[in-house]
């Protein structure tokens, strides 16, 4: 942003200090009081009041200050957003990307404002000034970020806003919210002690100070120059005339020539003065008119250096309102002139509006498309459609950069029936195609309007000449999903944000490559771009409660569209069991996908629908009738990756009702796609599903070889959830893979532990959450704060209660549990005891409660126990990728190596329960230990195989996985001890190790 500095140096840079300065200690000690006490801190007073300088002196050794001075023009939220991240930008140097970034993704300004502010967390205290906040503040969007920043700034950040009016922000209405405090006319009103001093430096006498007092109440500019004329000081000369103007003509503009007037006047356009721009706008002799106004007291500063001069305020909004009295024709022209100076800067907004504001539409012409992108990616859609229809009439239609403009709003919104409107009026005019050889933007928008409508012929007739650009091979990438062309674009596709980054996600998860789409990514301005997909991803790979978490944070920011609604929410809320959810989702989905014009977004959720029919409610013939319906639609089929998930649901239709024959027919067409296209979203499911018809079609080979199919796309996916998904509900499968083995330490083994547990139970709720750890030393909090009963018991009770599922157990239940079956009055009474005793540190309302001899939580409460959870990991699939899956085991394992599970508790279920976590255990860590002889760590692997024989001596598989290791460091002596320990273990049960024990030993020997 180097060439913008010229423009920007004038509102992201603190004023200099003027140099009449009246030391104000009382008044320096009050701001820092105040922001001591608040972290926001409203300065409010009349125009000249002293507002800014008072911020200034207060703030002036402070090196962690970020300024920003607000124009009118400023009011869009976009562009205030903007320059707060360029102001920024000296203490946090990526706000600037994050914010260009997350706009991008289409996020509300006020999320980006809390966004902006939060990257600030991690620095020192900062201070955030904003000046002349009453240009915006009766708007209400410009004054939604400034809410946001108030509302989610950090603990080290203060915020001052400086403004002639009284500023409302609404998160400060609420109560407990008192961030804020005010400071006012009346304390920064001169003293009289400090006008004396102000007279002094201004050259008047202490005789005048009870005069100018009397008649200016103790006004800074009024006592400041006061001392310039001997005159009484009249504040209004006429009703009609606003006093602070007559003021500055009868106390400053009279003091100067007529030809230095109307530089003044002239130059009030530029925040910053110096000789460079006051030539740009046509002016002569700008370096002797600035060294004359140098020798003239003005409300201005002058930089260091004294060429360049800032106009006080006051001042400014003077000469403004003078440069407007102008002729209409002299004032066109100068504004023309800066207009063009902005641009040559490169202010692309900021020349187009000037330029429109005076009527001159061609001048714009050049500047407006990329004006307009900046716009839209700031989410500006109001200001981008004023100047649409400012300038309908200027310009070539084809050729237009307003034809780009309305393409890439039309996108922005989400509205392809308009692009696809524009675009066939350019085609009936002969012009599509040469606007898209002329702008890859304009092709890419063109290209991803069709695409929804599925008009396929269209598409095909731009890309066969559209212009090369970055658009361009993201849409291209998003064609993969049209047919069977390789999708070589994603090797140049990343994920560094901006709305290309966006469809990226969008489409690596359409195309099933879930590790990339669900990966967290560190840039948060990328983040915010591609978390929508993250959701999708999540969900599809099993971590429901952290998808549930972002998609209603999504959702509270009002980033809802089609696709999420439709099919990422509809799904979502399926796969955790919430019926009515997912259908409102299904209905707000097709609806928001018929209003905007997006065929693919109706197809997709009406896909959803049939899906939630056959895993969700098991009714194959509820299914058959949406995916009937779904299939009449001459668009269902058009799209290769649309044809072939129809073909997937139909086949496992087809399944439960019994309709063999007609299943694979259906499954092995979409197998046969999704391989030939490389898009494996549900080749694992297609795999499954096609394996069971086979077999029972009498097809054994299918049967063998589809599974194998299945664990190779699920291996590609980088996850087992989809294959484990499809697997638990066709089990056979699985049991006739594994029948067919002749070694036991398989894929497919591995994949069979976690079948015969029960699928993570998803969990996702807005209420308290009360966790409960319980490795090594106990300990219970309620939303992240720590409660402390002082009957040890409590923590078993929590923890039997979270094992319960429902949250719920009988009084019996407890007592034989907690008191070993100890049904006395002395069991019940200490029961009692234990129940009040974790009822009166958990907040009202959550609990226990007895009701009919039963023990219950409060509704709405999340019960998390760390214990659970560890054994859930046990069964969820994680990633297939050796490396990764290793760091995602020894940090499943981290809990439970802390220490043992409640080690105060006594009771039998303690014991058993402690048992049951140790098998657990040593399942992780045999999984660890294969993982880590696989990738090499040997020495690694070998702590974790000698850790599972110590715990389940009994486990063969772990001793063979240590004659492996043995061999492989070269140590054949630990080879046949490992087999002696194994030998060992068995005879005490009376057995012998398998034949494949056996065997492993002879060639290991």
């Known amino acids: 942003m180097e060439h913008a500095l010229p423009l920007l140096r004038g509102k992201i840079t603190p004023p200099p200090l003027p140099e009449l300065l009246v030391p104000r200690p009382r008044l320096e000690a009050s701001i820092h009081r105040r922001l001591d006490a608040l972290p926001v801190l409203v300065v409010c007073a009349t125009a000249g009041a002293g507002k800014t300088t008072a911020v200034r002196v207060a703030l002036r050794d402070d090196p962690n200050v970020a300024w920003l001075t607000v124009d009118a023009a400023d009011s869009s939220p976009g562009r205030l957003l903007t320059y707060l991240a360029a102001s920024l930008g000296h203490l946090a140097p990526g ?13 509300p300004h006020s999320e980006v404002a809390g966004l902006l502010i939060e990257a600030l967390a991690e620095l020192g205290p900062v201070t955030l000034v904003i000046d002349q906040l009453d240009r915006v503040s009766a708007q209400h969007k410009p004054m939604e970020v400034i809410d946001g920043l108030v509302r989610f700034a950090p603990a080290n950040v203060r915020i001052i806003l400086i403004s002639r009016t009284a500023i409302t922000l609404a998160s400060s209405a609420a109560p407990g919210s008192e961030r804020i405090d005010y400071l006012i006319d009346r304390e920064l009103a001169f003293t009289p002690e400090e006008a004396a001093v102000a007279l002094d430096q201004a050259g008047g006498g202490a005789d005048d100070v009870e005069a100018v007092m009397r008649s200016t109440g103790g006004w800074v500019v009024g006592v400041l120059f006061a001392g310039t004329t001997a005159e009484p000081i009249r504040m209004a000369l006429q009703p009609e005339i606003d006093p602070l103007h007559a003021y500055l003509w009868a106390h400053v503009m009279q003091g100067l020539s007529p030809e230095l007037r109307e530089f003044a006047i002239s130059t009030a356009l530029l925040v910053a003065v110096d000789a460079p721009r006051a030539t740009a706008l046509g002016l002569e002799r700008a370096e002797h008119y600035l060294t004359e106004l140098r020798a003239h007291r003005i409300p201005a500063v002058w930089e260091p250096g004294g060429k360049t001069v800032r106009y006080h305020r006051v001042l ?3 000469l403004l309102v003078l440069l407007e009295r102008r002729p209409r024709a002299e004032v066109v022209a100068l504004r023309t002139r800066f207009g ?7 202010f692309m907004i900021e020349a187009t509006a000037e330029l429109l504001a005076v009527g001159a539409f061609e001048e714009a012409l050049p500047y407006v498309e990329e004006a307009i992108v900046t716009l839209i990616d700031r989410l500006d859609f109001d200001v981008v459609e004023q100047w649409l229809e400012l300038l309908a009439d200027e310009g070539q239609s084809g050729s237009s950069p307003l034809t780009t403009g309305e393409l890439l709003l039309a996108v922005a919104r989400e509205e392809y029936w308009r692009g696809v409107r524009i675009a ?6 002969g012009q599509r195609e040469s606007l898209a050889a002329s702008s890859s933007r304009a092709a890419a928008m063109m290209i991803w309007c069709y695409y929804h409508a599925c008009r396929t012929e269209d598409i095909a007739a731009i890309v066969a000449v559209a212009h090369p650009g970055a658009e361009l091979e993201a849409a291209k990438y998003l064609l993969t999903l049209m047919d069977d062309r390789p999708d070589e674009a994603r090797a140049t596709m990343s994920l560094t944000g901006g709305s290309v980054a966006g469809l990226v996600a969008r489409l690596h998860y359409w195309r099933g490559w879930f590790t990339q789409a669900a990966a967290p990514v560190s840039n948060a301005a990328a983040d915010a771009v591609v978390r929508p997909w993250r959701i999708a991803a999540l969900r599809a790979i099993g971590e429901l409660e952290q998808a549930h978490q ?7 920011a009002g980033m809802l569209t089609a696709g999420l609604q439709g099919v990422v929410g509809a799904e979502l809320f399926t796969d955790l069991g919430r019926e009515a959810e997912a259908r409102a ?6 609806a928001e996908a018929r209003r905007i014009g997006s065929a693919v977004w109706d197809l997709f959720a009406q896909l959803s629908e049939a899906k939630l029919e056959l895993r969700l409610r098991r009714d194959p013939v509820a299914a058959r009738t949406v995916l009937d319906t779904l299939e009449r639609d001459p668009l269902a089929r058009v799209y290769d990756s649309t044809a072939e998930q129809i073909d997937t649901w139909y086949g496992l239709t087809h399944l439960l009702l019994g309709e063999h024959e007609a299943a694979r ?7 046969r796609s999704m391989r030939a296209s490389g898009r494996f979203l549900e080749l694992p499911t297609a795999a499954v599903y096609l394996a069971e018809a086979s077999w029972r079609c009498g097809d054994t080979d299918g049967a063998d070889r589809h599974p194998d199919l299945a664990l190779e796309a699920a291996k590609r996916q980088g996850t087992d959830a989809v294959l484990l998904r499809a697997l638990r509900e066709f089990p056979e499968v699985l049991s006739r893979r594994i029948d067919g083995l002749a070694e036991t330490d398989t894929a497919w083994n591995r994949l069979g532990l976690k079948v015969l547990g029960a699928p993570p139970a998803g969990t996702a709720s807005a209420g308290p959450v009360l966790a409960i750890a319980e490795f090594g030393t106990a300990a219970l909090s309620i939303d992240g704060v720590e409660v402390r009963p002082r009957i040890g018991k409590c923590y078993e009770l929590v923890a039997y209660l979270a094992g319960a599922g429902t949250h719920t157990a009988t009084r019996a239940e407890l007592l034989g549990a907690l008191f070993d079956d100890a049904d006395t009055a002395a069991s019940r009474a200490y029961l009692r005891q234990v129940i009040h005793q974790l009822r009166s540190v958990l907040p009202d309302g959550l609990g226990p409660f007895i009701v009919d001899e039963r023990v219950a939580l409060g509704d709405g409460l999340v019960l998390r126990s760390e214990s659970l959870q560890f054994e859930q990991s046990a069964l969820r699939a994680g990633s297939n990728d050796p490396a990764t899956r290793l760091g995602e085991l020894e940090q499943a ?3 439970y190596e802390r220490g043992v599970f409640l080690p105060k508790a006594k009771s039998q279920w303690a014991e058993e329960r402690r048992s049951q976590l140790a098998a657990t255990a040593a399942g992780l860590r045999f999984e660890a230990a294969s993982l880590a002889y696989e990738l090499g760590a040997f020495a690694r692997a070998e702590a974790l195989a000698g850790a599972v024989v110590e715990e389940q001596p009994l486990r063969e598989a772990a001793w063979r996985l240590r004659m492996r290791i043995a061999a492989a460091v070269g140590s054949p002596d630990e080879v046949l001890a490992a087999y002696q320990g194994c030998v060992g273990a068995l005879r005490g049960i009376g057995a012998e190790p398998a034949r494949e024990t056996r065997l492993l030993l002879e060639q290991l020997r």
């Open 893 to 895: 394992l981290a809990p």
């Open 665 to 671: 027919r259906r499954l092995e067409r979409a197998v």
């Open 585 to 590: 989702c299904i209905a707000d989905g097709r």
């Open 316 to 318: 400014r909004d003077y």
């Open 424 to 429: 066939d009026q350019l085609e009936a005019l």
């Open 95 to 107: 706000v600037a990307e994050l914010v260009q970034n997350v706009l991008a993704a289409q996020a």
């Open 340 to 346: 063009r100076l902005l641009a040559a800067e490169g």
């Open 550 to 556: 972002l998609y209603r944070r999504v959702e509270s």
